[in-house]
């Protein structure tokens, strides 16, 4: 069989040792720039895990939120809680990030006992006393002192005893009439009780409990709770994680006496989240481990595999020098993360098309090692390549997404993918060509109990090196069997090969039938399975529990004089970037009709019916059952009312 000679082929063969130390040099000078990089402070490696951008920055429903987001740090504005001389909001005075405990007892049992509620009494008061919990973050009230938690301990231990006698029993000797007392004194105590609770004089059960650490903002170091909110929101997750993280984890592991708690805070889970995606990337070492082992049977070369793995671990290096810096992307997060697992597998891949169609090329008879190299490079290039750019344009799509997250990890799988293709053309053949001219005789002792599958020479016995691999290789039978047996007894018959396509085309009508009946899912996402903490926790507060004046709601506000934000000088990849202030000059409100009329706004919410209240899910206030608005108009028209009546009454007096 007579075959071109390839140029870059001949040129290995010609030096193979030069060749294979300039292709290995590229890939380390990879590797390395990225460690000197990484050590100068350069940021090449810009991974963020603490959130998932996933909005659209540019729209006017972002932009606008934003606008009143940011414009509380702008220095042009002054707010009620500042004044002109500087001084700053009290340290920790506004309830910030709570952490919620949930105390459950086996098997939906009584968990309102005399040992029970010992045991959360105790644990409590340990949280309570926590170092960073009562230095750093609790809520402070105006004497400087942290808030006590909100827990039905607190109907015990003498806190509300000033309302009725009843409450206080230390020593919880007389349950059902403190908890009755406390349901009959204050609207909110149902909210620590499961929907199934029952309290009477004489009985009291519950299935489960709830109590509320509160925290709280400004921190040291922060003016105002809308000063810097990234960085606050960062200080509370650390913070979060010193005082909490360990003892309710372990907690949560080992009970407390006959209880089962989880717990619930905001802050907690973007730790939980980092911690998990960190652990997962140690599984990309199990990855390479299986490939590594995998590669090592099917090459029977520690110096292809070795190098093979090698070549698939720097292409994230190449990929990323060309993201960070040519590119100029800020931004990697959890889903670039994924990309280490792909190009683990699409990479191996790459190898053994090359290296399988190299062995095959054994049975061609070319003469001479050059043109079976030259057979073997073209026709796995090209295959190679095909698969590659077919990936390459299936990542490169989600470059139209105005999603960050979405489209810079299209970007850098794409890299990746082609950078790897490439490290597969130029380095793979030097380490193929080397092993053959240098290494091929050698062997681990692990591994001579494996057989060489390569023939002694080229083009010699060719007849009987066929029937030594029929008998040994299994992939042969396989292909064996697909080109021939199966080809003509199913795709080449002439009635099977239409039954075939018949299924075919059901199966992928059934698909589309179901696809196009796919809708968004609304519930939250469980990022960890049953039987954790966060996964137990959202099921029992959401399934057991009514909602409660200490949840958390969403603010709705209805801001005028701001345009939408000015981002223009963000990088694109900066989600975080706070963008310019855009005041709207032409408010005037002053104008005595524009108060009114926005006085007039404030009051038609107020005075909106029961029904329209709910399909707005307009909370309203527990004791005196008013929709919760806060509108600084009605504010000031009660303010000048007082006013003006004083001084009528002054007036009167005078005469």
Known sequence: MVQTENRYCKLILGYPKVCFALALGCHVVAVLATGLMISSGYDILPLDLSELPMKLENSDIKLQGDAWKFVTSDPRVTWSFENPSGHKEALRSSRYDPLEIYYQQQNNQNVLTTENLKEIQNFEESLFNNSVYQNKLCLLKPNTKCTKPSSIIRFFDGTYSNLHPNLFDPFFTNISNVLKTAILMLPTAKDHFSNDFKITTTVSTASALRSMFLTGNPFEGFKSTHDRQNEQLAKCRELAGDAFGSILDNTFKKGLGKLKIYYRMNSLV?????????????????????????????????????????????????????????????????????????????????????????????????????????????????????????????????????????????????????????????????????????????????????????????????????????????????????????YSSVIGHKVLRWV????????????????????????????????????????????????????????????????????????????????????????????????????????????????????????????????????????????????????????????
């Not at 050698?442 to 060489?452: A, G, I, M, T, V």
């Not at 399934?543 to 506000?557: A, C, K, L």
Request: proline share 3%; aromatic share 16%; with cysteine.
């Open 500 to 655: 075939v396509m018949s299924i075919g085309v059901a199966v992928i009508s059934v698909s589309i039938s179901f696809a196009v009946q796919l809708v968004p899912n609304e519930d939250q996402i469980d990022f960890m399975g049953p039987g954790s903490n966060w996964y137990d926790v959202r099921r029992l507060r959401d399934n057991s529990f009514n909602p409660s004046e200490e949840d958390q709601f969403f603010s709705v506000y209805v801001v005028w004089g701001l345009q939408n934000q000015d981002r223009s000088d963000c990088h694109f990849t900066d989600y975080k970037c706070a963008g310019n202030s855009v005041f709207d000059n032409s408010l005037d409100i002053s104008n005595p009709p524009c108060q009114m009329a926005l006085l007039g706004l404030c009051k038609e919410i107020e005075t909106l019916s029961g029904e329209k209240l709910k399909s707005l899910n307009i909370r309203r206030d527990q004791v005196t059952n008013t929709p919760i608005v806060k509108c600084f108009l009605a504010a000031m028209e009660s303010y000048f009312k007082e006013r003006w009546q004083r001084r009528v009454g002054l007036e009167l007096m005078a005469v």
């Open 270 to 486: 973007m730790n939980v989240i980092q911690r998990q995606v960190i652990w997962d990337l140690f599984l990309v070492a199990g990855s390479f481990a299986f490939i590594f082992v995998f590669m090592i049977v099917q090459t029977q070369s520690l110096w292809i595999t070795g190098w093979s793995i090698f070549s698939i671990f720097s292409s994230f290096f190449g990929a990323n020098i060309i993201y960070r810096i040519l590119l100029d992307y800020r931004y990697i997060g959890i889903f670039h993360v994924l990309t280490v697992f792909i190009i683990a597998g699409i990479g191996a891949d790459d190898v053994f098309v090359f290296y399988d169609t190299w062995r095959s090329s054994r049975d061609k008879g070319f003469p001479t090692i050059l043109e079976r190299f030259s057979f073997t490079y073209n026709h796995a290039a090209k295959a190679m390549l095909i698969t590659s750019i077919t990936t390459f344009v299936a990542f490169l799509t989600n470059v139209l997404s105005p999603l960050l997250a979405v489209s810079s990890f299209g970007v850098f799988s794409a890299l990746i993918v082609m950078v790897n293709y490439i490290s597969v053309i130029v380095f793979i053949p030097t380490v193929l060509i080397t092993y053959e001219l240098y290494w091929k005789d050698w062997k681990w002792p692990s591994l001579r109990y494996f057989k060489n599958k390569t023939s002694p020479s080229d083009g010699e016995g060719v007849a009987e090196q066929n029937n030594i691999r029929q008998s040994v290789d299994p992939t042969q039978k396989i292909a064996a069997f697909l080109g021939e047996t199966f």
